[in-house]
């Protein structure tokens, strides 16, 4: 892997699929009494949050302690920043307190970037999601779902997803999951669909290696997973659809919809929903809907990120075996 984490785009096949074996093995290390690791004990982890979060947040942040790290969390609100404070100052601060990885989140597109290829940042960087432009470990961590569902968690190892049809609705034109999504995924071998109302894709999206559709209908019953965004009315400036009621009618997820897919399809969202408008809550409550199962994988995720950028660069198993009394990363210091 590469010393940062910017984009899914970055990431080879090869590289994907390590992320991904590795995070199945820090998932097991999840189902032990003690679920920490020593790895990288002594390395300080900063989560650098100038957008609100939840999930992703806690997400990192559980990551970093279940591997031993020191964790700071720094939030924009009631920091510095209020008073004004630039990107490259609060970088600088941070250099000069030893953060060994900064994890990111911000609302202008390219922040990541700029903060690792600034030499303001001796250490990694991850994009936990910039602006309308990325966010590569809501990708790996659909992607580690979709695998683990579909193939199965020990079958899956060493494998990808060539063949997989996974669908995304919504507010592609918004969405930094969807862009991450449609690297990865389509780097993995999945086969992407986009279905989405015209005024909610972005423009250039016939470049994008994906297939475009309007009619949701038509796509689900040949769908392995379907992917609901949320419709980010933050963002919005302007009407990009008649009424909530006519998008629902034409893009939400309903029972009598969920049940055109296949009978083995999932239906995954990032979260937060909008029940009653992208997804209903009989399909968000449905055990076919993985929400709640990508939030738990974000964590084994994100773990794998961390270790394999500041704990070594080979997984976090022994060749022989893969049972979770063989998980010692502590050999990689």
């Given at each position: 892997?590469?010393?940062?984490?910017?984009?899914?785009?970055?990431?080879?096949?090869?590289?994907?699929?390590?992320?991904?074996?590795?995070?199945?093995?820090?998932?097991?290390?999840?189902?032990?009494?003690?679920?920490?690791?020593?790895?990288?004990?002594?390395?300080?982890?900063?989560?650098?949050?100038?957008?609100d979060?939840?999930?992703?947040?806690?997400?990192?942040?559980?990551?970093?302690?279940?591997?031993?790290?020191?964790?700071?969390?720094?939030?924009?609100?009631?920091?510095?920043?209020?008073?004004?404070?630039?990107?490259?100052?609060?970088?600088?601060?941070?250099?000069?307190?030893?953060?060994?990885?900064?994890?990111?989140r911000?609302?202008?597109s390219?922040?990541?970037?700029?903060?690792?290829?600034?030499?303001?940042?001796?250490?990694?960087?991850?994009?936990?999601?910039?602006?309308?432009?990325?966010?590569?470990?809501?990708?790996?961590?659909?992607?580690?779902?979709?695998?683990?569902?579909?193939?199965?968690?020990?079958?899956?190892?060493?494998?990808?997803?060539?063949?997989?049809?996974?669908?995304?609705?919504?507010?592609?034109?918004?969405?930094?999951?969807?862009?991450?999504?449609?690297?990865?995924?389509?780097?993995?071998?999945?086969?992407?669909?986009?279905?989405?109302?015209?005024?909610?894709?972005?423009?250039?999206?016939?470049?994008?290696?994906?297939?475009?559709?309007?009619?949701?209908?038509?796509?689900?019953?040949?769908?392995?997973?379907?992917?609901?965004?949320?419709v980010?009315?933050?963002r919005?400036?302007?009407?990009?659809?008649?009424?909530?009621?006519?998008?629902?009618?034409?893009?939400?997820?309903?029972?009598?919809?969920?049940?055109?897919?296949?009978?083995?399809?999932?239906?995954?969202?990032?979260?937060?929903?909008?029940?009653?408008?992208e997804?209903?809550?009989?399909?968000?409550?449905?055990?076919?809907?993985?929400?709640?199962?990508?939030?738990?994988?974000?964590?084994?995720?994100?773990?794998?990120?961390?270790?394999?950028?500041?704990?070594?660069?080979?997984?976090?198993?022994?060749?022989?075996?893969?049972?979770?009394?063989?998980?010692?990363?502590?050999?990689?210091?």
């Amino acid at each position: 892997m590469k010393r940062h984490l910017i984009s899914a785009a970055d990431l080879t096949r090869d590289d994907a699929v390590l992320i991904l074996d590795t995070a199945e093995e820090m998932a097991r290390v999840a189902d032990r009494p003690i679920k920490k690791l020593p790895t990288l004990r002594g390395r300080t982890v900063v989560n650098l949050f100038f957008e609100d979060s939840t999930r992703t947040r806690i997400s990192f942040e559980a990551a970093a302690k279940r591997l031993s790290a020191d964790v700071i969390n720094f939030s924009a609100k009631g920091s510095s920043v209020s008073k004004g404070e630039s990107l490259k100052d609060t970088a600088l601060t941070l250099e000069a307190m030893g953060a060994d990885a900064v994890v990111i989140r911000h609302h202008d597109s390219g922040a990541p970037h700029r903060l690792a290829t600034s030499g303001w940042i001796g250490g990694s960087v991850v994009n936990a999601g910039d602006g309308t432009h990325e966010h590569p470990t809501q990708a790996l961590l659909d992607a580690f779902t979709v695998r683990r569902r579909l193939i199965g968690p020990d079958a899956g190892l060493g494998k990808d997803l060539a063949g997989r049809r996974i669908t995304v609705v919504g507010d592609v034109l918004h969405s930094r999951v969807a862009r991450s999504n449609v690297h990865l995924l389509t780097t993995l071998g999945a086969e992407v669909t986009l279905v989405a109302p015209p005024t909610l894709l972005p423009i250039g999206v016939e470049t994008w290696p994906c297939e475009v559709s309007y009619d949701l209908d038509a796509v689900l019953p040949k769908s392995d997973a379907v992917m609901m965004l949320r419709v980010q009315r933050e963002r919005m400036n302007a009407a990009f659809f008649p009424t909530e009621r006519e998008y629902a009618r034409r893009y939400g997820l309903d029972g009598d919809r969920m049940a055109r897919m296949p009978e083995d399809a999932i239906v995954m969202h990032p979260g937060p929903m909008n029940r009653g408008m992208e997804i209903t809550a009989e399909v968000a409550d449905s055990p076919r809907c993985t929400a709640v199962e990508q939030v738990a994988n974000g964590v084994s995720i994100r773990m794998a990120v961390l270790y394999l950028l500041l704990g070594g660069s080979e997984p976090a198993t022994t060749p022989h075996a893969v049972t979770p009394n063989t998980v010692r990363p502590e050999e990689a210091q």
